[in-house]
């Protein structure tokens, strides 16, 4: 048998059917940033967006109501956070225009994501990480654009969650970019999204992850009445929609059905987020978004990129998409006093802890391969180090084939590592890890011959 090369393992999971797991270590920058979110703040971010009467797609673009103010507006706050970057933040409207295409656009319509760029300060890294909610809003029918549509959870609570991010990380460096973005047009058939997606395709952006935050602030359901603020959802599908039947024969050899980009990506969310979070689960749903409903990460997966939803756990349908109105003694309307703030912090805070882990880790170990020439009860993976960052080691990481989250961790400062499980009982992935501890996506080997 090959010499077996590790330092140390770390146990993860160890019982059964929780979420409880082993802290591997909180980088003290991250603990301090995000100590600064602010649930003042949060409720802040809120009460402005909802000051603009509707943010509907369709509603004004000039004047002081509308969508075309709260998106100046948003570009304010970013502006304001940028002078406290020493020059590494910017802020702009993405701005293009769409004609009626007779569904959800009737009229020419002036469209604009509104986007902070954190810019990396390694030259050498071109990885750029993205959060984003989206600004619009709606009440019942979602082809009015008159009527009052607060829409303080949908999506005020994604978009208030992202201005409070460019707040506090606006003050700290990362090797990587960063992207702040409040895109538009959800509501009308995710069209900002669609246009953000073909940008970072079209402009070759080495986007490596893409958290989207919708309806994150609320804690109790409309009618099996439960009131839980530990527990919120990350959606992430298995496999991408792109170019599918290309690697389906691979998919189908080495079962590999439950990792593609985006559920990597969600896993890494719910370890890094319990690990800086406290009071919180992450709870990993194994499909790409709800019954009924749709989200901004979709644009995103359908053009390869890893991307997951950030939603809260149990949803209050009498505050989403409703005119405002009182029936039967029920009060229907999406008004931020039916917001869970505390929660709304837990959830902003998943979202910073796991873009600073990523912007601060290496890039992604190159060139991944598992040892398939002999047939052995040992598993032997090699690697190349990152195109960039300084690297203090690598994980191996590992699970059972049925477990839903890596189980184990394996050190070693080679690039190479023999284990004592076989291939055929476990999946493996292996992960850059910097001096402070931040780790990289992990990547999973490609069976190849040594």
């Known amino acids: 048998m090959k010499q077996v090369f590790f330092l140390f393992s770390i146990l993860l999971l160890t019982i059964p059917n929780t979420h409880a797991q082993t802290v591997v270590q909180r980088d003290p920058a991250i603990s301090q940033m995000v ?34 103010a709260a998106r100046r507006w948003t570009l304010g706050k970013f502006q304001q956070y940028a002078r406290q970057s020493g020059g590494r933040m910017t802020a702009t409207i993405d701005t293009w225009t769409l004609q009626p295409d007779g569904r959800r656009i009737d009229k020419p319509v002036e469209m604009g994501n509104v986007m902070a760029t954190l810019k990396g300060t390694d ?26 549509a607060p829409g303080a959870n949908d999506d005020g609570s994604g978009t208030a969650a992202v201005i409070e991010l460019a707040r506090v990380m606006s003050k700290y460096s990362f090797p990587a970019t960063i992207v702040f973005v409040a895109v538009s047009g959800e ?87 319990e690990r800086y979070v406290d009071n919180l689960e992450v709870r990993l749903i194994y499909r790409n978004d709800r019954y009924l409903r ?28 409703q005119d405002l109105r009182t029936e039967k003694g029920v009060e229907y309307g999406d008004y931020a006093k039916f917001m ?24 992604q170990p190159q060139n991944v391969t598992m040892e398939a020439r ?11 180090a990152p195109k960039s960052g300084k690297v203090k080691g690598y994980y191996v990481l590992m699970r059972e084939t049925h477990w839903p989250f890596w189980q184990k961790k394996f050190f070693t400062d080679k690039l190479g590592l023999t284990l004592p499980y076989s291939k055929d009982n476990y999946f493996f992935a292996v992960q850059a890890v910097s001096e402070d501890g931040n780790e990289s996506l992990p990547v999973l080997p490609r069976p190849g011959m040594r």
């Open 35 to 68: 100590a600064e979110i602010s649930e003042d703040s949060l409720r802040a971010h809120i009460d402005g967006l909802v000051s603009f009467g509707t943010r509907h797609t369709l509603s004004a673009t000039t004047g002081p109501q509308g969508i075309g």
């Open 123 to 148: 030259p050498a890294d071109t990885r750029v990480f993205l959060v984003s909610g989206h600004i619009d809003s709606r009440v019942t029918d979602v082809m009015n654009r008159e009527s009052k």
């Open 187 to 273: 509501e009308q058939g995710l069209l900002g999204a669609e246009h953000l997606a073909q940008r970072a395709l079209d402009e070759k952006w080495n986007l490596e992850a893409l958290l989207n935050n919708d309806i994150m602030g609320s804690n109790n359901s409309h009618d099996t009445r439960i009131i839980n603020n530990t527990v919120v959802r990350v959606f992430s599908e298995g496999l991408s929609g792109f170019e599918t039947d290309k690697r389906a024969a691979n998919v189908r050899q080495y079962g590999l059905e439950n990792d593609g980009k985006s559920r990597t990506l969600a896993r890494y969310v719910k370890e890094v987020g």
């Open 294 to 321: 749709g989200g901004d990460h979709t644009p995103f997966v359908n053009r390869d990129f890893a991307a997951v939803r950030i939603t809260e756990m149990n949803e209050n349908f009498e505050h989403q998409h």
């Open 340 to 363: 869970d703030f505390e929660y709304l912090h837990k959830n902003t805070a998943l979202n910073l802890a796991n873009l600073a882990n990523l912007a601060k880790a290496p890039g």
């Open 374 to 384: 002999n047939l052995t009860n040992a598993t032997s993976l090699f690697w190349q």
